[in-house]
Nanobody, 120 residues
Framework: VQLQASGGGLAQAGDSLRLSCAASGRTESYAMGWFRQAPGKEREFVANIAMSGGSTNYADSVKGRFTISRDSAKKTVYLQMNSLKPEDTAVYYC???????????????WGQGTLVTVFS
């Protein structure tokens, strides 16, 4: 699976952004996830979704503000980010794997990352 992330940019605190991750290849059995890496910090889990059933999981830090969704026909996963905070500033990566997990090691395909910068 090859992944192409897009949609990052500059946002003011409280604003919204939507990230997209377009996949090529077979995705029916894949779980898709979003991770982020802030400057000087380790990459961390944000959200994931099962491509077949649509079950989702979120990091506590984004729960209630971010929504992950999928369009199976378009092989695209979205991350709707509302009520953005400066601490959401990071490079956001989409990833694909065979199991639903919050662990980076569970994902074997990664997109190139898209930068989200939130200013107050």
């Amino acid at each position: 699976v090859q992944l192409q992330a897009s949609g990052g940019g500059l946002a003011q605190a409280g604003d919204s952004l939507r990230l997209s991750c377009a996949a090529s290849g077979r995705t029916e059995s894949y779980a898709m996830g979003w991770f982020r890496q802030a400057p000087g910090k380790e990459r961390e889990f944000v959200a994931n979704i099962a491509m077949s059933g649509g079950s989702t999981n979120y990091a506590d830090s984004v729960k209630g503000r971010f929504t992950i969704s999928r369009d199976s026909a378009k092989k695209t996963v979205y991350l709707q980010m509302n009520s953005l905070k400066p601490e959401d500033t990071a490079v956001y990566y989409c990833a694909a794997g065979w199991v639903i997990t919050t662990s980076l090691s569970g994902y074997d395909s990664w997109g190139q990352g898209t930068l989200v910068t939130v200013f107050s």
